[in-house]
């Protein structure tokens, strides 16, 4: 069910089917795989890397390949698992459902700013951004009276206007901040225990803690977004139902495969590389089949009990809302599926 039409990106390529050749947004050779049985396994080949830097890997919109060494999502392998599982225990059920009381006091004071900004108030900065802003950053140690100045270093990973002069300076800031924060040593929070253990260095500490705080801003800003406008026109949508339905990482994820290796039948060659079309592979899953939204096999979401938490906090402690006007501008060439903005009327 949508109310406003995704996939703007390739639309007449993401209908199920075998994997089909495309070019890239960089010009490489790729595979778009589509089928729900295909993605899972191309998403679960060990011969499929993951690491952007490899020649042939099918870089897409927005890749800037910057300050990715050694970050989990482009480490394949042991390197990979090394990394991982120091972050798994930080982001269990049972971990995430103990941040709830957290996850909701965020929600509560984003959803004030927004009563308080009055009718015509635009929802995706004041909630949609600032929740899983404010709880991730709370989260790996950020005290609650840097977290705005922190948002506001955090900006240039997540909103495509920001100018591109500045992004590296930008980018040298904010990551001087996360080192900071390794720096403080052990500690009560993801951070301080990462310190604690010894068992990642500091340039892989502050990497990968930049990892947490990219993947989840735009990926849950957008979901909240486009949840709240589904759940206006059909409040029985589940919360993971709403993220198959919008699958909002919607031409990732992308891979390039390192040895001859086939999906679904089809050969894909040393050099060839890949694009998995989550929303194409939730659109054709077999009826009662978990969706892909999060990805599939070893890197599939290392955040998601975390998102399904906001979304649900978000949903529930947020008052009835409707669009204030009926033209949403919606993302143009981003990986990330989702509205510019959302203003709001009651
Ligand atoms: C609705 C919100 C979200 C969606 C739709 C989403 C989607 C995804 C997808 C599709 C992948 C797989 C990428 C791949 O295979 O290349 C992924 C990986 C990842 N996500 Fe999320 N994500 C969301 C929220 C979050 C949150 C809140 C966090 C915070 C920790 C997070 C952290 C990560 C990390 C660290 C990875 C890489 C894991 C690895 O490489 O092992 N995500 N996400």
Same mark, same amino acid.
């Given at each position: #069910?949508?109310?406003?039409?995704?996939?703007?990106?390739?639309?007449?390529?993401?209908?199920?089917?075998?994997?089909?050749?495309?070019?890239?947004?960089?010009?490489?050779?790729?595979?778009?795989?589509?089928?729900?049985?295909?993605?899972?396994? *191309?998403?679960?080949?060990?011969?499929?890397?993951?690491?952007?830097?490899?020649?042939?890997?099918?870089?897409g919109p927005g890749h800037r390949g910057a300050s990715t060494g050694g970050s989990m999502i482009r480490l394949d392998g042991a390197a990979h698992r090394r990394v991982r599982r120091m972050f798994t225990g930080e982001f269990s059920v049972h971990r995430v459902?103990? #941040?709830?009381?957290?996850? *909701?006091?965020?929600?509560?004071?984003?959803?004030?700013?927004?009563?308080?900004?009055?009718?015509?108030?635009?929802?995706?900065?004041?909630? *949609?951004?600032?929740?899983?802003?404010?709880?991730?950053?709370?989260?790996?140690?950020?005290?609650?009276?840097?977290?705005?100045?922190?948002?506001? *270093?955090?900006?240039?990973?997540?909103?495509?206007?920001?100018?591109?002069?500045?992004l590296a300076?930008?980018?040298?800031?904010?990551?001087?901040?996360?080192?900071?924060?390794?720096?403080?040593?052990?500690?009560?929070?993801?951070?301080?225990?990462?310190?604690?253990?010894?068992?990642?260095?500091?340039?892989?500490?502050?990497?990968?803690?930049?990892?947490?705080?990219?993947?989840?801003?735009?990926?849950?800003?957008? #979901?909240?977004?486009?949840a709240v406008l589904s759940r206006l026109t059909d409040p029985s949508r589940s919360v993971d139902d709403l993220l198959a339905d919008w699958s909002v990482v919607q031409t990732g994820p992308r891979r390039v495969a390192v040895a001859d290796t086939s999906i679904g039948g089809v050969p894909v060659r040393a050099g060839e590389g890949v694009v998995v079309s989550l929303p194409a592979a939730n659109a054709s899953r077999p009826p009662g089949a978990g969706h892909v939204a999060f990805g599939f096999g070893p890197h599939q979401c290392l955040g998601q009990h975390l998102a399904r938490t906001e979304l649900d906090e978000v949903l529930n402690g947020l008052f009835p809302v409707r669009p204030a006007t009926p033209d949403l501008r919606t993302y143009d060439a981003s990986v990330i599926y989702g509205v510019e903005s959302l203003p709001v009327t009651w």
């Amino acid at each position: #069910m949508r109310t406003y039409e995704p996939y703007r990106v390739a639309t007449d390529l993401h209908r199920p089917g075998p994997p089909l050749r495309v070019a890239a947004e960089n010009g490489s050779a790729a595979w778009l795989v589509t089928r729900w049985e295909d993605a899972r396994e *191309a998403l679960s080949d060990p011969l499929l890397s993951a690491d952007p830097s490899l020649p042939g890997y099918p870089a897409g919109p927005g890749h800037r390949g910057a300050s990715t060494g050694g970050s989990m999502i482009r480490l394949d392998g042991a390197a990979h698992r090394r990394v991982r599982r120091m972050f798994t225990g930080e982001f269990s059920v049972h971990r995430v459902e103990r #941040m709830r009381p957290l996850i *909701a006091s965020c929600v509560a004071s984003a959803v004030a700013d927004l009563r308080a900004q009055g009718p015509g108030a635009d929802l995706i900065p004041t909630v *949609a951004l600032t929740v899983p802003q404010a709880v991730i950053l709370r989260l790996i140690g950020v005290p609650e009276s840097e977290v705005p100045a922190t948002i506001a *270093a955090a900006r240039h990973l997540h909103d495509r206007t920001f100018p591109r002069s500045s992004l590296a300076s930008a980018e040298k800031a904010f990551l001087a901040r996360l080192r900071a924060l390794v720096r403080r040593g052990p500690a009560d929070d993801l951070t301080g225990r990462l310190v604690a253990s010894g068992e990642l260095t500091e340039d892989e500490a502050v990497v990968n803690l930049r990892l947490v705080v990219a993947a989840s801003v735009q990926t849950t800003s957008s #979901m909240i977004g486009l949840a709240v406008l589904s759940r206006l026109t059909d409040p029985s949508r589940s919360v993971d139902d709403l993220l198959a339905d919008w699958s909002v990482v919607q031409t990732g994820p992308r891979r390039v495969a390192v040895a001859d290796t086939s999906i679904g039948g089809v050969p894909v060659r040393a050099g060839e590389g890949v694009v998995v079309s989550l929303p194409a592979a939730n659109a054709s899953r077999p009826p009662g089949a978990g969706h892909v939204a999060f990805g599939f096999g070893p890197h599939q979401c290392l955040g998601q009990h975390l998102a399904r938490t906001e979304l649900d906090e978000v949903l529930n402690g947020l008052f009835p809302v409707r669009p204030a006007t009926p033209d949403l501008r919606t993302y143009d060439a981003s990986v990330i599926y989702g509205v510019e903005s959302l203003p709001v009327t009651w």
